[in-house]
């Protein structure tokens, strides 16, 4: 016995509505405020930046303020440059980073695959949001405290190091943190399916998947702390010369510098210390950018290719 169907009714679709000059009206004023608010965030960016290169610009060029010290000339003698401070620089980003990454990562392995919902997984994330905001002078106070009063350690490169730590772990966990939350979870069911215990599904499956936008976040945070002047006041003197042990004596950085030079010269227009501050602003800068750009290649590059 065979049966037919047929529609009680035929199907039509809904007529086009124009739309109304109200709507029209609210979506001209929300593109006018999207666009202003744009304009308001961008113009003091572009100012500052436009303010930085052409101060800084007239030392730059000179092959000597890439390759010399400001060891061999007095403080307002035209010459020298910023190697000294470059070298500091760097040195307390990489130790900072040495011991910064493996921690702040390991941290969001545990809230991200381990801690959801747990009582510890929640203060966890309470005092890496406390340790987000604390000030840098704090952070240094702290390593002051600790290293230095208590401990009894000179003042040093790596007691700078041990603070920008402090400033950097909240930052490399929020970030890997996201990072991993959005690795989809059918990635690691498929793993476990296959009988891939938990551990190696991570190593193997979860972090190459994140592992570029782990790397950007990694690359943003180090480029945030190597800008901070606090911890440098208060736990390491200046020198004007090259210095490679980390551990023992003083040593320059390009913020470091930049405050020397403002408290021993005269601040004016063309003068030595004017010069030598904004070209020590743009080389940080500068420095900034080139971790910036790295970051994107090796995001490019170790970013998970469709086949």
Known sequence: MTTSTSLSAPITTPAFQQVSLARKAKNGVATVLVWLSFLIAVVPLVWVLYTVVANGITRIPFSNWWTEDLGSVLSDEVGGGVLHAIIGTLLQGIVCAIIAVPLGLLVSIYLVEYGRGTKLAKVT??????????????????????????FGLPRSAFAVSLAL???????????????????????????????????KTIIKIVLPTALSGIISGVMMALARVMGETAPLLVLVGYSAFEHWNIFKGEMASLPLLMNNERVTNTMSVGTVGFERIWGAALTLVIIIALINLLATVISRVVAPKKK
């Open 125 to 150: 994330t309470f005092m890496v949001d406390i340790l987000s905001g604390v000030p840098s002078i704090v952070a240094a106070l702290f390593i002051y405290a600790l290293w230095i009063t208590t």
């Open 165 to 199: 730590v402090l400033l950097m772990i909240p930052v490399v966990v929020r970030s890997s943190e996201e990072m991993l939350r959005i690795v989809p979870d059918d990635l690691r069911e498929a793993s476990y399916a296959l009988g891939v215990p938990k551990w």
